[in-house]
């Protein structure tokens, strides 16, 4: 179907893993190196570590760790909580609860302030959990819940806890590349990223950035981290302080990473953030012309992913199936307690293109007219009205 992309045979419009530029894959093609002696991938790794750390709004410590960015939110946790260690879990969503059981799995005492999946939570909440609590040491907040569609208000949300002084961190892995981030400015102390995103390079990286105020708070642990692969101590000691690696990188992930990331600073970080918010409003407003509603509250909605209910009366799975096998197009479900509820177009990164929401849209069409599912109007010429 190379009416989508020269590239591509079917369109992967999820929220993660995303479609790949061309010159991402072929970065993959690169010959290996030896990263632990070879001073030009030390030099690419450190350039590469710094431009991640401009998206994210930094200039704390930035590692990229070998594994999906799920590593990244179990290192931070591992690295931080000990034993009795008070972590305010800040859950809205299906990634927020998911940072309560790395704290229980790690010895911590959660609290949680939890709120409806479709809602935001607010910073008088957070006041009130603070002055119940007032032994909390670290707290736990994710910026985009893929799951939900929802973008949580960071600057808001961490002031009291950066009034505090208590370690934040924040889970921006649907976020970084395509939302705006500003780590330094919200006081993130660790920020989370993934190389499958709005970065749209291959899965398999874990971003982490690290503040002085949560490296101090790991050597005042009592007890050593229980793990070495998870330990961001090794970072400090190993990388910042010797030019080691802990373990070996994954090179040619690395090198695919550094061409998207290459990709989007040439296009311009601004004009990326710009070009989520069009492909974004545009598809929101034509599910909504279409009579579909939109998961999250009104203007708690991401730009990078949109969800939205489904149709009472389908099977969403069978429905989802079509649009794949038939027209090559994949949408995603939701997980969790939205599990059939929810679906979930990802326009992020590579995919947060006018021309892939239009072959999307009318994919979609087809597949809802062979379902029967009712469209109160096209939401392809609803989406096209908009450009």
């Known amino acids: 179907m190379d009416r989508f992309d020269a590239n591509?045979?079917?369109?992967?419009?999820?929220?993660?893993?995303?479609?790949?530029?061309?010159?991402?894959?072929?970065?993959?093609?690169?010959?290996?190196?030896?990263?632990?002696?070879?001073?030009?991938?030390?030099?690419?790794?450190?350039?590469?570590?710094?431009?991640?750390?401009?998206?994210?709004?930094?200039?704390?410590?930035?590692?990229?760790?070998?594994?999906?960015?799920?590593?990244?939110?179990?290192?931070?946790?591992?690295?931080?909580v000990e034993p009795g260690t008070q972590v305010l879990v800040l859950a809205n969503g299906y990634f927020g609860e998911g940072f309560g059981s790395f704290v229980e799995m790690y010895g911590g005492e959660c609290i949680y302030l939890r709120g409806a999946y479709d809602q935001l939570l607010e910073a008088d909440?957070?006041?009130?959990?603070?002055?119940?609590?007032?032994?909390?040491?670290?707290?736990?907040?994710?910026?985009?819940?893929?799951?939900?569609?929802?973008?949580?208000?960071?600057?808001?949300?961490?002031?009291?806890?950066?009034?505090?002084?208590?370690?934040?961190?924040?889970?921006?892995?649907?976020?970084?590349?395509?939302?705006?981030?500003?780590?330094?400015?919200?006081?993130?102390?660790?920020?989370?990223?993934?190389?499958?995103?709005?970065?749209?390079?291959?899965?398999?990286?874990a971003l982490v950035s690290v503040s002085p105020a949560a490296w101090e708070f790991m050597l005042q642990r009592k007890q050593p981290i229980r793990s070495y692969y998870l330990n961001l101590l090794k970072w400090r000691e190993l990388w910042l302080e010797r030019s080691e690696f802990p373990y070996t990188p994954s090179i040619s992930d690395i090198y695919a990473l550094d061409k998207a990331v290459e990709l989007l600073f040439a296009e311009g970080t601004q004009a990326v953030i710009d070009r989520h918010f069009r492909v974004a409003e545009a598809t929101r407003n034509a599910l909504r012309a279409a009579g579909f509603v939109l998961f999250p509250q009104p203007g708690a909605e991401a730009n990078t992913v949109t969800a939205f209910?489904?149709?009472?009366?389908?099977?969403?799975?069978?429905?989802?199936?079509?649009?794949?096998?038939?027209?090559?197009?994949?949408?995603?479900?939701?997980?969790?307690?939205?599990?059939?509820?929810?679906?979930?177009?990802?326009?992020?990164?590579?995919?947060?293109?006018?021309?892939?929401?239009?072959?999307?849209?009318?994919?979609?069409?087809?597949?809802?007219e062979k379902a029967g599912i009712p469209l109160v109007t096209s939401p392809l010429a609803a989406f096209c009205a908009q450009l």
């Open 8 to 80: 591509y045979e079917r369109l992967l419009m999820t929220p993660g893993p995303t479609m790949v530029d061309e010159r991402v894959r072929q970065a993959m093609a690169k010959p290996i190196v030896n990263p632990d002696l070879d001073p030009v991938f030390f030099a690419q790794y450190r350039d590469l570590c710094r431009r991640i750390g401009q998206l994210m709004g930094t200039q704390n410590d930035v590692f990229i760790l070998s594994a999906e960015g799920l590593l990244g939110l179990e290192a931070a946790v591992c690295s931080l």
């Open 125 to 205: 909440e957070i006041e009130a959990m603070l002055r119940k609590h007032p032994n909390i040491r670290v707290a736990t907040l994710v910026h985009c819940e893929t799951p939900s569609g929802l973008l949580n208000p960071m600057a808001e949300l961490l002031e009291p806890l950066k009034a505090r002084g208590i370690i934040t961190i924040v889970d921006a892995v649907s976020s970084i590349g395509g939302e705006p981030c500003a780590a330094d400015d919200w006081g993130v102390d660790i920020m989370l990223g993934g190389s499958q995103k709005a970065l749209s390079a291959p899965p398999g990286l």
């Open 309 to 368: 209910r489904t149709p009472p009366g389908i099977d969403e799975s069978r429905f989802r199936t079509i649009l794949w096998e038939e027209y090559g197009v994949m949408m995603a479900g939701s997980w969790g307690d939205l599990a059939g509820k929810v679906w979930r177009i990802g326009h992020m990164g590579y995919n947060a293109r006018i021309e892939y929401m239009m072959a999307f849209f009318a994919a979609f069409e087809a597949a809802a």
